[in-house]
């Protein structure tokens, strides 16, 4: 009978890496933590922005079901064991206009238990192995640093259904169970919403990255959670390694998980977070048609050309957009610098009325010209790669994302 590692192609890699594994395979994802079912919230109020979206979530719920990814009874069912309710909503993003289902644990509106309070980094690295979620500068300087050029080719696999091909531990479904349409439902597979979920997955990303170089080492691999990147200096490169990658992934979590409408074969121009990559007579980054466009809404919709004042929402979500597009767009930082600073100070309320200074609108119009011309968010792949990271004074880190349309790909996590 084959090994657990021979069965799953896993011969010669990180031994921790496939030790953790073996572990998830068996029990599921834990929860590293301790239960408290004193603590346990019986009941969780909706997100107030997601009240609408009720019958989405009860579609989801029902496909879950389906596909054996939940226990689902009557909320007036009374249960021998206790479970913590959160609150489910939805996330719309870009390729999934209908939405993608999540589950809120962090959320404390009423007296209930948010279990994301307990997540604890050193715990979570002990358990699964260190986080490591590259961004798109990251990605690039791994690229660069073996030997990434002009003609060199790029090819993209999407993992489909990202954290649900996990499934939980007995401790861990039992603190994320959630309540729609009088229903309880505790979820067998992993969701969106919990922060030990993304290390949890990352044990698979790195087998997968691993795999997809023993399988072609002559070319390269980026894995973000559910993004495969590769690339190589030809076509058949590219594909190859790209192949191997789909090959350990269909390995690991079984037929039909790779997503084709996301696959992306060797190309010399490929568009990822947001950013698009070109190699076939520069080598250059640029931001994609698609953020450039969604910057226009926002300068014409939000804030339109002329406005004398503009809700402090409003200016949150341009503080945001404007913080993306620094991470390779040098000139766009003075903006980022002034946006954040109009926003410190104000009034907490996002939909408190900022009155815009002439300088405010004169950054704006700066702002509509980069959305207007391509040539203006575009920068040569080489400079980029000793770029230093850059954030406005008060803000600790970037969020880079494609899943939210609400900020666009890009914010801030600060202090004010």
């Not at 079984?254 to 990559?277: D, M």
Request: aromatic share 10%; net charge neutral.
């Amino acid at each position: 009978m084959a090994t657990f590692e021979a069965q799953f192609g896993l011969e010669g890699l990180d031994l921790e890496d496939v030790q953790r594994l073996r572990a998830i395979a068996a029990d599921g994802i834990p929860w590293p933590h301790e239960l408290d079912e004193a603590r346990f919230a019986e009941h969780a109020k909706p997100r107030r922005a997601n009240e609408e979206a009720a019958g989405l979530v009860l579609e989801h719920l029902a496909k879950l079901q389906q596909e054996n990814l939940a226990l689902v009874f009557p909320s007036a069912t009374k249960l021998d064991t206790p479970i913590n309710v959160v609150s489910p909503h939805v996330a719309y993003k870009r390729f999934t206009p209908e939405g993608r289902f999540c589950v809120d644990l962090s959320n404390v509106e009423d007296q209930g238990w948010a279990p994301n309070d307990e997540f604890d980094r050193e715990v979570a690295a002990r358990v699964f192995g260190q986080y490591s979620d590259p961004d798109f500068l990251d990605a690039w300087r791994y690229f660069a640093a073996q030997g990434a050029d002009v003609g060199w080719f790029w090819s993209k696999t999407d993992v489909k259904k990202g954290f649900t091909n996990l499934r939980l531990s007995y401790a861990a479904a039992r603190v994320q169970a959630f309540e729609v349409g009088g229903f309880r439902v505790v979820p067998i597979a992993a969701h969106f919403g919990g922060s030990y979920q993304p290390y949890a997955f990352l044990v698979f990303s790195r087998l997968v990255q691993a795999t997809a170089r023993r399988l072609a080492p002559d070319g390269c691999a980026v894995v973000k959670t559910d993004d495969i990147i590769t690339a190589g200096p030809s076509e058949e490169v590219a594909n190859r390694t790209r192949k191997g990658a789909e090959h350990a992934t269909l390995a690991l979590f079984g037929p039909g998980r790779i997503h084709p409408l996301k696959t992306v074969e060797a190309t010399q121009e490929l568009e990822w977070l947001g950013w698009v990559l070109r190699s076939s007579r520069r080598l250059e980054i640029s931001a994609s048609a698609y953020k450039r466009r969604k910057l226009q809404y926002l300068l014409c919709v939000l804030i339109p050309e002329g406005a004398l004042e503009a809700k402090r929402s409003a200016l949150d979500v341009v503080c945001g957009f404007v913080q993306f597009l620094t991470l390779v767009i040098l000139p766009a930082r003075p903006l980022a610098l002034f946006f954040q600073s109009m926003r410190r100070g104000k009034e907490a309320n996002r939909n408190a009325v900022v009155r815009l200074c002439p300088s405010c609108r004169y950054a704006l119009d700066g702002m509509r010209a980069f959305a207007a011309f391509e040539e203006l968010l575009t920068r040569d792949a080489r400079s980029a790669v000793d770029t230093e990271r850059w954030y406005p004074e008060g803000a600790t880190a970037a969020v880079e994302t494609d899943a939210s349309t609400s900020v666009g790909g890009g914010g801030l996590i600060s202090g004010d």
